[in-house]
């Protein structure tokens, strides 16, 4: 009884010390991607016509229907 009780301790004190370091882990990633690589803001990014990109999302579109057509 005595050595079952010590299997289980030992198992979920190593359970509860792995996901206690992940997540730290993962906090500290979190913490240096925000720090580290910020989102580009919308002035930065480059102008789209919309025209041209409205036709071309058009275009993808009926390629795709026309090959999900062609494969039945």
């Not at 370091?21 to 919308?42: D, G, Q, W």
């Not at 480059?46 to 999302?57: E, F, H, I, Q, Y």
């Amino acid at each position: 009884m005595a050595d079952g009780l010590n299997l289980m301790l030992y198992g979920m004190g190593t359970v509860f010390i792995f996901l206690t370091l992940l997540v730290v882990c993962t906090n500290v990633m979190s913490a240096l991607i925000i720090r580290f690589y910020k989102e580009p803001s919308f002035e930065t990014l480059a102008p789209v016509d919309s025209s041209s990109r409205d036709s071309r999302t058009i275009a993808i579109i009926e390629a795709a229907i026309a090959e999900h057509r062609k494969s039945n």
